[in-house]
Nanobody
């Protein structure tokens, strides 16, 4: 199971930290990613991290503002979001894959069979 948390309402320029806790079958995924979906839009890739080695990928739209990381036990993945903009408003989902994913494919939602329930992030202007 994947449990996402940490969403909320924040003013533009503010920060939030999302958490994705893994347990059960998905407690040992190879890769965990964050995606987001705004109303009326497709689900977009935000960031991903390899459980072993810690390689990361970030979407161009969040580079320099968002950082994905994992805890030492590798059971929780975080998304630190700074300098938030109104266009960052969306439901944020964490997703996991047990099979190895090459870095060039980490942005694709089809690589992740396991998904959390989502957490709402709202950025006011």
């Amino acid at each position: 199971q994947l449990q996402a948390s940490g969403g909320g309402l924040v003013q533009a320029g503010g920060s939030l930290r999302l958490s994705c806790a893994t347990s059960g079958r998905t407690s040992g995924p190879s890769t965990i990613a964050w995606f987001r979906q705004a109303p009326g839009k497709e689900r977009d890739f935000v960031a991903a991290i390899r459980r072993r080695g810690g390689a990361t990928v970030h979407a161009d739209s969040v580079k320099g503002r968002f950082t994905i990381s994992r805890d030492g036990a590798e059971n929780t993945v975080y998304l630190q979001m700074n300098s938030l903009k109104p266009e960052d408003t969306a439901v944020y989902y964490c997703a996991a894959a047990e099979s190895h994913i090459i870095i060039s494919a980490m942005r694709s939602s089809t690589m992740y069979p396991f998904w959390g329930q989502g957490t709402q992030v709202t950025v006011s202007s």
